[in-house]
């Protein structure tokens, strides 16, 4: 009886009233494992099939991308030569600067040199006159007086520094 409980037990059918159930067969294990093996190597072939798809799809794309078409190669020559045309005018323009600064610097050295030059002169003349001899030669040697308050005119002058007279002052 024991050996009946132990076999209705492990056994894959069941008693229900008083007939007996054919008992189903038992999956064959090995097969459904090399079914789902199959299958998952099959899966495995396909994603390697479609990365493969998708690695040469890119290629081609990259390699197409990497190409470069004839009028493409002549923007980038004109690009390039006219970008060439500008950077030479400019560095022309710069040295052409550089040049009229010194220039410059130098003639205003000169400006410099000149004026040092006059202001020395003045001082040299300056010290060499004597007024006071010239007006006591004036007074007694020529006969010269100082102008008297009636004798004395007066313009006035617009923005100019100066006046020039073209003919003879009127008398009063």
Sequence with gaps: MAEKRRNMHSSAYYIDGNTVRRQAPAPDYSQTERIEKERKERLRREKEEELRRKKRAIRRRQERELRMSRSYVVFLTVAVAVFGVYACAYIRIQSDVTARMRKIASLESQIENLRADNDEALKRINTTLDLDGILDEALNEYGMTYAK?????????GDEDYMNQYSEIPDK
């Design 149 to 157: 308050e009636s004798q004395l005119v007066y313009y006035s002058v």
